[in-house]
């Protein structure tokens, strides 16, 4: 008599503790992958919102650099310069391009950078109207890192340091820090530019 034995095949599986360990070493890998994707993408975030008010102030700048160049004698005969300061600037200057000349006022205030309008109204005209305000650029850092926005020189390029002397100043120099969060990179950054004022003679 012929006996046929057949093969059993045995396929061992899991254990319950060894699942329990590869489903914690799982989930400890995805949280941790998980956590540096969100990790950069909170830095690009940052950087991307860090340059766009770099950018936003940036432009800002540049139109004050312009409106500082066109400083003109105002629409009540005064001198273009009004006053001027460390952190804030006033002058006479058409902004608009209309037939009127605006008193301008660069400012510093809680930490943002300002800009202020006063158009010339009345019969005869005066600068009594209200002043629009709109902000520059935020998270300034200039009085945290002592350095003056603006700095100014005369027609021989020596600085003016009485500030009061306003008729001597004929280039001015600007320096505006910023940073969103000073705790994170990018780190201080500085808008630099320097401008003279046509209706003034200079030699810078």
Do not use: C, H
């Amino acid at each position: 008599m012929k006996y046929s034995f057949s093969k059993t095949t045995y396929t061992r599986g899991f254990t319950f503790i060894e699942m329990i360990v590869f489903t914690t070493v799982s989930a400890m890998f995805f949280i941790a992958v998980g956590g540096i994707i969100v990790n950069i993408y909170r830095v690009n975030s940052y950087a991307l919102e860090q340059a766009s008010a770099i950018d936003q102030s940036r432009r800002g700048v540049l139109d004050m650099v312009q409106y500082i160049r066109e400083a003109t004698i105002s629409d009540t005969g005064s001198f273009p310069i009004v006053s001027a300061g460390t952190s804030t600037f006033i002058f006479y200057s058409n902004i608009d391009n209309d037939t009127n000349i605006e008193k301008v006022r660069y400012f510093l205030e809680d930490g943002e950078f300002k800009r202020g309008i006063i158009k010339s109204t009345g019969d005869p005209l005066a600068y009594t109207a209200s002043e629009k305000v709109v902000i520059i650029a935020k998270d300034v850092r200039n009085i945290v890192n002592n350095t003056n926005i603006f700095t100014y020189y005369d027609e021989s390029g020596l600085e003016v340091t009485d500030l009061g002397e306003i008729t001597n100043m004929t280039f001015i120099r600007v320096n505006l820090i910023i940073n969103l969060n000073p705790a994170r990179a990018p780190e201080d950054f500085t808008l630099r530019s320097g401008v003279s004022i046509r209706n003034l003679k200079t030699n810078l």
